[in-house]
């Protein structure tokens, strides 16, 4: 089940955060991305287990998908896709004009599933990762 994240979900999704990422968000920062206007945040939620989640921001017209994480387990069934779909929704409804993102550009799985989207590379930042560093592809779905 999709659904918006919550209070309760925040010490499930802080530990989705270290498992999924080398710079893992804390608790306080996914706290205070909850009860931001700009943000919107959801979950993907089985069996009172949280198997993924993700964070859109919307300023000035434009989304930014700032996070989309699945546990590893659970990869590849789907969930990533659905997390995509809560997202992509939420940014036409709040009439955004496009939708940005950044990718570390070895993660071929994402970048397949946001072209798959719609989504193009339109520019690199160089070294814009640590642990390890690696480029981020920026990536672009224009004319929601």
């Known amino acids: 089940m999709i659904r918006k994240m919550e209070s309760r979900d925040l010490e499930q999704v802080a530990e989705l955060e270290k498992v999924c990422f080398s710079e893992a968000w804390s608790w306080k920062l996914l706290e ?6 700009y ?3 959801y979950v993907f939620e089985q069996d009172e287990q949280i198997l993924g989640y ?15 994480a699945v546990l590893p387990p659970f990869r590849r069934l ?9 997202m992509v929704d939420f940014a ?4 955004a004009a496009a939708v940005t993102l950044e990718v570390r550009e070895s993660n071929r799985p ?3 599933l946001y072209e798959s989207y719609g989504f193009t590379a339109e520019a690199v930042r160089k070294g814009y990762y640590r642990n390890p560093s690696e480029d981020a592809v920026i990536m672009w779905k224009r004319n929601l």
């Open 32 to 37: 205070a991305g909850i009860h931001s206007p």
């Open 92 to 95: 036409v409804e709040n009439k």
């Open 110 to 112: 994402a970048r397949n």
């Open 78 to 86: 789907g969930v990533a896709r659905k997390l995509m779909d809560a």
């Open 54 to 68: 993700c964070n859109l921001r919307i300023l000035a017209g434009e989304g930014e998908i700032q996070r989309i």
């Open 39 to 41: 943000d919107v945040y």
